[in-house]
């Protein structure tokens, strides 16, 4: 521009308008020149005309969404089929699939209930609209990020999806929801929808609606429910089936923890006052009944199956609930009825009901597994559904007791393990089974007691598995290294989150919860010569007799070296042959096992095998009241019950029942080398205290026994788990001696010691070793001698 003046308008002449020419290019309105950066970023004309343009297409989208989505028809779960379960030959074990609701008033729900209820789901119901777009966005962020999928929905849109749509977690179903709730929301009253919402709302235990859920878990009327029950069911809502305390006890934490929050609520919101909140306690629910379609084990059966298919995510559990699946499973009839018989014969004829309260408290289970397959062939779980609710095969509340005692050696094999002197662990090698002996080389102090406060002095792994020695196995725990215990435990089936299952000297003798299913697994892979698969128990799902379900491919894999399985087997069949799993010989077959005993007799286990069946059986105290666990002194009119007594006679008589005209296999083994090597003895081995035993000697079991005194890591205070297989026979120092200086059942003379037979015989008969000879053991048993006088 020029520096001359220019010339201005005079008085009645407009001034002149600037031209496109007169800009230079790159300026912005008012002259200055818009350069660099600042050319890239919008004007304020631009961004205000863009939001404007978005919000008027927001708005007429949701207009078109609005008019556009109409309320359907409710969903026709009044016409629901059923779901078909049947038996490997195809032959029916039950159906189920009713609906169980019955449609209440809100009046009919008490102020609890309601209030509960929208303590868990929908604290601020009565005060928001129909939909919450903050807790949308946040639970689509939250499920995208992978923390875990939420789906932010109000009560009113839950009951939307319950009620008009279906379950699907699909971005066309939360449109269709939204719009249908904003119109739900102006065309009927809060109550109403709260009234649907409690009346479609699923409870677990095919309860659908609050008041089947009062009756299943507590035999009332929804009207009649206090807070705490209230809270409970309304935590439920959440995760219908993992909350049920009943059919889940491993999962009672987390159930009362919702239980927590629901009331903490009520308090919040000021529906309950904190005084009434302080003094409640958590409303244990009672034991489900059923309908008698659903009596004896299918309705065990139907309940294990569903929890398969869903947490394996076969099928999910609202699918699952809406029925039209035809399922097959793995179980033979032929063997599911065997299980029971062993049960019935072995078991429950024996029990006394009205003149021996204890044996009120006898619960059983049991499971089987094909090892060559992974499939669950059969399980036994209690007398009755619609009686005892709870699945005894599946439950995780109840210590293993000394069944875990192979793994412990599985592993020492497996990792090539040396005892703290340096002397690799094999069936011959010498520990100290001296009562109370302090564990070496575990920083803590760790004196577990055995069996009635027994002390063997030195014996074998194969004499101290035969005897369940308690101080043996927790040193070689220590030897092996706990950590690598676990480890094995996890790498044969136990699952890695077992309750107690930690690395420390006690998980030699059982304080694991593992479920008998788990320990069949476990079982099943050792008699698989160490190569594992996940058991199944289905063979196939089909939906409306056309769509085939897709089934997960089983994967196998070595979790542990054959020879670590296979010598671990042969160790095994001593414990049938001579130790105190005698009874299992009644099975007519070649058979390797352990027996157990949970803390304070609360439970008595045996696991064993063929080459063809891996069975687990295990007898349980529990109140039928309370659910409290129950000691078992004076069942049956037994002063114990043992995992060699009963558990054995039920597993030997169904395992001769379930291969009934199968050919007998024989085990095939490839031990580890050096198995059968005598090894010397330690040079700074402490000899057995003369007079060790001999106080127990004339004193038979006593119901408990003296606390050991001693804290036992991983447990409680007192723990004597190995208080196990409380047949006594080679359990006393002293023994029965014979003519010739020998001995039988393990006792002790001037010429050694041995758990199998009356010895003296160059030879040793078909005991597990002798005195002054070679013993064998028959059926692929090793071979033990002695030196210096004692047995290696």
């Known amino acids: 521009m020029s520096d001359e003046p220019q010339p201005q308008p005079g008085p009645g002449r407009p001034p002149r308008e600037p031209q496109a020419a007169d800009a230079p290019q790159g300026t912005a309105e008012g002259g200055r020149r ?90 601020d119901f009565y005060t928001q609209s129909a939909v919450d777009p903050k807790a949308m966005v946040r639970a689509a962020w939250n499920t995208a990020t992978g923390k875990g999928k939420q789906s932010g929905s109000t009560i009113t849109q839950q009951y939307v999806k319950n009620y008009y749509l279906r379950q699907e977690q699909t971005v066309t179903r939360k449109v269709k929801e939204f719009f249908i709730a904003i119109k739900l929301d102006r065309e009927q009253t809060k109550d109403q929808i709260l009234e649907g919402y409690l009346n479609t709302s699923y409870f677990g235990r095919n309860a659908y609606g609050i008041q089947a859920a009062a009756q ?51 308090v919040e919101k000021g529906w309950l006052s904190e005084s009434e909140r302080a003094g409640m306690e958590f409303p244990m ?59 019935n014969d072995k078991l429950m004829d024996r029990l006394d009901k009205k003149n021996r309260k204890v044996d009120t408290y006898v619960r059983a289970g ?33 210590q293993v007791g ?36 302090p564990v070496q080389g575990w920083s803590g102090h760790y004196a577990p007691e055995n069996e009635d406060h027994v002390s063997y002095g030195d014996v074998t792994v194969r004499e101290a598995t035969d005897k369940s020695v308690n101080s043996v196995y927790a040193q070689m725990a220590v030897d092996v290294g706990s950590e690598k215990v676990m480890q094995t435990a996890v790498d044969l089936g136990i699952p890695a989150k077992t309750p107690s299952l930690t690395p420390s000297p006690s998980i030699a003798l059982g304080v694991a919860t593992a479920s008998v299913l788990d320990m069949a697994e476990a079982y099943a892979t050792l008699a698989n010569h160490g190569r594992h698969g996940t058991y199944t128990m289905i063979e196939k799902v089909t939906k409306d007799g056309r769509e085939t379900v897709e089934l997960p491919k089983r994967q196998t894999r070595q979790a542990v070296s054959r020879q670590a399985a296979d010598t671990t087997t042969s160790v095994l069949r001593g414990v049938v042959q001579n130790g105190t799993g005698t009874a299992a010989l009644d099975a007519g077959r070649p058979a390797a096992g352990k ?119 991983g447990t409680d205070p007192g723990q004597t788990e190995g208080q196990t297989d409380g047949q006594t026979q080679g359990q006393t120092d002293g023994g029965t001696g014979t003519p010739d200086g020998g001995t039988t059942e393990g006792g002790t003379t001037d010429g050694g010691t041995g758990t199998g037979g009356t010895t003296g015989d160059p030879t040793g008969g078909t005991g597990d070793g002798g005195a002054d000879g070679t013993g064998g053991i028959d059926q692929g048993g090793l071979t033990g001698t002695l030196t210096g006088g004692r047995r290696q």
């Not at 409970?232 to 159930?255: F, M």
């Not at 000394?402 to 090698?429: C, Y």
């Not at 009963?646 to 031990?671: H, K, N, S, Y």
């Open 285 to 343: 629910p009672k034991e489900s009944t059923t309908s008698t379609g659903m009596s004896g084990q299918r309705g065990y059966i139907v309940r294990i199956v569903k929890d398969h298919l869903v947490q394996n995510r076969i099928v999910a559990e609202e699918e699952l609930d809406r029925g039209g699946y035809r399922i097959t499973t793995t179980l033979q009839k032929d063997k599911q009825d065997a299980f029971v018989d062993a049960v």
């Open 595 to 713: 027996t157990g005993t949970a803390e304070e007799d609360k439970a008595a286990w045996f696991a064993g095998y063929t080459p063809d069946l891996a069975t687990v059986v295990a007898v349980m105290g529990q109140d039928p009241e309370t659910g409290a666990q129950k000691k078992l002194y004076g069942a049956m009119g037994l002063p114990r019950v043992n995992g060699g007594g009963v558990p054995a006679e039920i597993w030997a008589q169904f395992t001769r029942e379930a291969l009934e005209g199968e050919p007998v296999q024989e085990f095939d083994l490839d031990l580890q080398v050096g198995a059968d090597q005598i090894q010397p003895l330690p040079s700074d081995a402490t000899p057995a205290d003369p007079g060790a035993g001999e106080e127990d000697e004339d004193h038979s079991p006593t119901p408990g026994g003296p606390e050991s005194g001693t804290e036992t890591p």
């Open 216 to 266: 299943a878990y507590y035999g009332m009327d929804a009207k009649d429910l206090d807070a705490g029950r209230a809270a409970y069911l309304a935590a439920l809502v959440n995760a219908p089936s993992q909350y049920d305390v009943v059919a889940h006890p491993e999962n009672r934490r987390a159930a009362e923890s919702r239980w927590n929050y629901v009331l903490d609520g009520m």
């Open 366 to 398: 049991g499971a089987s597994v094909d090892p060559r397959t992974g499939k669950v062939v059969a399980m036994y779980n209690g007398i009755d559904y619609v009686k005892q609710y709870t699945p005894n095969a599946t439950r995780r509340d109840y």
């Open 402 to 437: 000394s069944i875990f005692k192979p793994i412990v050696f599985t592993s020492a094999v497996e990792n090539k393990s040396n005892t703290q002197d340096g002397r690799l662990i094999t069936p011959n090698t010498v520990y100290d089974g001296t009562n109370k002996r």
């Open 34 to 123: 818009r350069t660099g950066w600042r050319r890239l970023v919008p004007t304020w004309r631009i961004v205000l005309g863009t939001c404007l343009v978005g919000g008027l297409l927001l708005v007429g989208a949701f207009f078109l969404g609005y008019h556009l989505v109409k309320i359907p028809p409710a969903n026709a779960l009044a016409t629901k089929q059923a779901n078909v379960y049947l038996y490997a030959d195809g032959s029916v074990i039950a159906r189920d699939g009713e609906v169980n609701r019955e449609n209440v008033t809100l009046d009919r729900v008490s102020k609890d209930a309601r209030h509960a209820v929208l303590a868990a789901e929908d604290r």
